[in-house]
C-alpha cells in the first residue's frame, strides 16, 4: 500500500485519540511519549505517513470553493464572491493540531539513533511544515509562528503574530532543509527533493507577487527564491512534459488512472482495488451538483490555432459555440466539450449538456468513461506537476524584469509544443498588449505588460480547475475579478438552434409553455436560463439575481475567529473585518 493510500486509515487512528480539534489540546500520548518513542524506522514511517493528510483530495482541486476562480462557475456563489463572510466564533482554518503534530516529531525523532535515517524524516515534517504555515499564511497573512510543542503553561501561547514576512522566512527556512535532504528519487505518491522545489517554487511565487501587487517589501527576494527552485528542477529533475498528439495529450494527462510519471510531480493516487474512490464524473455530469460550467470570460481568453488573439476578432462577442470553437487551441477541445466531441470509451458524438452545465461550456477535463458515474472515478489527482513550475519560472522571471525569450523557449514553448501552438513572443507581446487581458487584469503594468498578461493566458488555460485559480488572483490583487458578471454561450435569441451545424435541430429555447418533447432535442425556457438581452438573446447571465461584491480592503484575507481572540488578547484582527473586540 503506498504513502497516501496509508493517510486513511492512520487519520482515522489519529481521530480515535484525540476528540478535540483546539489549539490547547495536548497530544494523547499514551503510546506516542517522548521516551518511548520514534525508535525504530517504522514508527518514523507510520508516524510521518499521517501527515499527507493535509494534502487536497480529489474534491478539493475539482469541486470545492474557493478553488475554483473565474473560470468556473456553478448555481450557487461562494460566500467570497458575495461578500457576505463573517467573522466566525470558532475554525475558519485556524486550526494548528497538524503543527503540533509535526513540532512533536521533530523534537522526539532523535531518539532513533541512525542519524542519515532520521534527518530524512526529519525533513519530511519540515516540507509539511512549511506547506501547513504557507497555507496560513495565504489565508490569514500573519500568524504566530511555533517550532516547538506548547506546553499549557507556556506564555508562547498568548504570543502575537508574527509578520507574513518573518513567517515565510521560515517557510523558505524548512523548504531549503527539505531539499537538501529529501530523496531525489521520482516517487508519484511520496514526498521527494523534487516535491519540495515545486512548493518552494509555488509558495514564492505566491509571496513573491502578493507583496508585489499589495504593496509590500521583499517581494523580488521571494521572487528570485521562485526562479532558482524552479530552475533547479527543470534543469536537474529529469521531469518533462507528457506528449502523445496534440489533439489529445492534454486531455489524457488528467483521464490516466495512474499518473504520468513524466509530468506528475505528486499525485493523489485512487484505486478500486482499495477502494479509495472520486466522484469528478458525478460532480461534473449530474443536474444536482451545481451544473459547473467554464465561463465565457475564460473560453474567450484561449488563443487561435494560429496564435493570434481570438478576441481581436471584432465579431467575437456574438459568435455561437460552433464558430467560436473552431480553430483555438487545442486545449480548449481538452477541456470543454466541443463540436464532435466523442465520450471515452464511445463513439456517437456527444453535445453540450445544458442541465447539467449551466454556461453550455460543459467540462470534459478530468471526465472519464460513463462507467464511472457512479462515484467510483480512479484517475488520479496532480497535486504538483512540471507544467506549474515553468508557468512559475516564466511569470517570476517577467515580474522581476529579467524574463528573456531563452527563458520562454524552455518554459512556455514546451506546453504549447504539447499541442502544437506556436510559440510566445516576448517582443511581440510587449510590443501590443492584448487589451481584453488588460481590461481583466487592471492591475499589470511596464515594459513587460504584454509578456506578463499572455504568461497569465497560459496559466489559465493551462491549469484550469486545478484548483489554483482563486489564490492567483488575490496574489494579483484582481478582485475585482470576482463580482463581475459570469456569463455562458451566446445565442441570437428565443427559438430552435441547430448549435452543432449539422442540420438537425439540438437545442429549442421557449417562452411560456413547453413546446411538445422531440427526441434528441434539449429544451431551455426563457426565466429559468436569463440572457443579456432577454427574448433576444446575448451571453447567458449566470445567478442573475445574486448580488456579488469584493471589499479591496478586506477581502485578501481571511478573518481571526472571535474564540481565537477572546483566549488570546494579543491576537489581531485582519483590516476591516468587524469582531466586536478591540
Known sequence: MNVIKKITTICLLFALVSCKKDFLDRYPLSQLAPENSFTSQSELQSYTNAFYNQLPVALDVFYNSPHYGDDDVRTTVP????????????????????????????ENSNKFQNEAIRIKYDALARFFRAYFYFEKVQRFGDVP??????????????????????????????????????????????????????????????EGTFRKYHGKPGWEKMLNECVTASNELMTLSGYGIYTSSPEKAYQELFNFDEANPKEMILARQYSAAVPFVHSVNFYTLSVSYGRPGVTRQ??????????????????YKTMQWFEETRNRDPRLGQTIR???????????????????????????????????DQGNCVNDMPIFRFAEVLLNFSEAKAEL????????????????????????????????????????????????????????????????REGLRYNDLVRWKEGQVFKTVFTGMYFPGVGTHDIDRNGTIDLHIYEGTRPAAVAGRQYLKLGEVVFENGNKGGQIVTNPTVTKEWNENRDYLYPVPVQERLLNKSLTQNPGWIDGLK
Open 145 to 206: 509562528w511555533y517550532d516547538k510543542v506548547l506546553d499549557m503553561d507556556d506564555t508562547d501561547l498568548m504570543k502575537p503574530r508574527d509578520t507574513r514576512e518573518f513567517v515565510m522566512d521560515k517557510v523558505l527556512e524548512d523548504l531549503d532543509y527539505a531539499i537538501a535532504n529529501l530523496d531525489q528519487g521520482k516517487k508519484l505518491q511520496a514526498v521527494t527533493k523534487w516535491t519540495a522545489l515545486a512548493l518552494k517554487s509555488r509558495a514564492m511565487l505566491f
Open 338 to 372: 466541443i463540436p464532435g466531441y466523442k465520450r471515452i470509451g464511445e463513439t456517437n458524438t456527444t453535445l453540450p449538456d445544458f442541465a447539467s452545465s449551466i454556461t453550455g461550456y460543459q467540462y470534459v477535463k478530468y471526465v472519464q468513461a460513463a462507467s464511472f
Open 401 to 464: 524584469a529579467t524574463l528573456g525569450q531563452a527563458d520562454i523557449d524552455k518554459s512556455i514553448k514546451l506546453l504549447r509544443d504539447r499541442v502544437g501552438m506556436p510559440n510566445l513572443s516576448m517582443a511581440a507581446a510587449n510590443a501590443v498588449p492584448d487589451p481584453y487581458l488588460a481590461s481583466r487584469y487592471v492591475n499589470v503594468s511596464g515594459a513587460n505588460k504584454g509578456v506578463i498578461l499572455e504568461i497569465r493566458r497560459e496559466r489559465q488555460v493551462e491549469l484550469i
Open 298 to 315: 475564460v473560453v474567450n481568453s484561449y488563443l487561435n490555432a494560429d496564435g493570434t488573439r481570438f478576441t481581436d476578432n471584432p465579431n
Open 79 to 106: 460566500d467570497e464572491f458575495r461578500g457576505t463572510r463573517t467573522v466566525p466564533t470558532t475554525g475558519g482554518g485556524w486550526d494548528w493540531n497538524e503543527l503540533r503534530r509535526i513540532n512533536f516529531f521533530l
